[in-house]
């Protein structure tokens, strides 16, 4: 299973946003079983966080519900094990607290994370593969 970062997410989510195609495309994959991939706790985490701070708490629960409902997707809890690994992220690299979380857990899967962040965020980091969502969605 790859780790699917919030930046894909989002993009999905969003219409407007010039990368929403890309992410539409492999959401498309995930319904028709062609794709499978696993969500950090911390992403939910990290919507709940921006949603609030948006003031759109009242779409969140429909938000959550439908990244529930997709099929494919498996959730994965935040462990002691990838905390620790995030900190360590955090003071060697200099990553963001979210980036390191999600560079955490996908090292603690299998190292592969999908995600529209290039060199600034996971790129750099030995055993992290990150998977171009625009590769993944022309891929069969």
Same mark, same amino acid.
């Given at each position: 299973m790859v780790l699917i970062e919030n930046d894909v997410i989002f993009a999905y989510m969003n219409e407007n946003d010039e990368k929403h195609r890309i992410a539409e495309k492999?959401?498309? @994959?995930?319904?028709?079983g062609r794709l499978k991939l696993d969500i950090s706790g911390v992403t939910l985490l990290e919507i709940e966080l921006i949603y @609030?701070?948006? @003031?759109? +708490?009242d779409r969140l629960l429909e938000v959550i519900s439908a990244l529930l409902s997709l099929p494919n997707v498996g959730f994965i809890p935040i462990t002691p094990e990838i905390v620790i690994t995030s900190v360590k992220l955090r003071? +060697?690299?200099g990553l963001s607290f979210f980036d390191s979380h999600y560079a955490a857990t996908a090292l603690?899967?299998?190292?592969k994370i999908i995600s529209f962040r290039a060199r600034r965020a996971y790129d750099s980091i030995p055993r992290l593969e990150r998977i171009d969502p625009v590769d993944e969605s022309e891929s069969d």
């Open positions: 492999i959401f498309h @994959k995930l319904q028709e @609030k701070s948006q @003031k759109l +708490e003071q +060697e690299l603690y899967l299998d190292g």
